[in-house]
């Protein structure tokens, strides 16, 4: 399952919140080719990285096919 995420009082956390079989959890956020991170979404993603979440920017059509493979191995 992939929800749109928002937390209204939280800016700069991932677009999506990828569930998956057996509590695997995934923080996606959704860029076109060219965009860029914003300052909250860097700190969003380090911090996420610090709790050893899973977490991932995407930037292409490619990007989310490489994601959905690794997620499903």
């Known amino acids: 399952m992939a929800y749109k995420f928002v937390s209204p009082s939280n800016r700069g956390v991932?677009?999506?919140l990828v569930v998956l079989?057996?509590?695997?959890?995934?923080?996606?956020?959704?860029?076109?080719?060219g965009g860029r991170l914003s300052t909250l979404q860097n700190i969003f993603i380090a911090e996420m990285q610090r709790l050893q979440q899973n977490v991932r920017v995407v930037w292409s059509k490619e990007d989310v096919d490489q994601l959905i493979k690794e997620m499903t191995e």
């Open 14 to 16: 991932a677009d999506r």
């Open 21 to 33: 079989p057996q509590g695997v959890v995934w923080f996606v956020e959704v860029k076109k080719d």
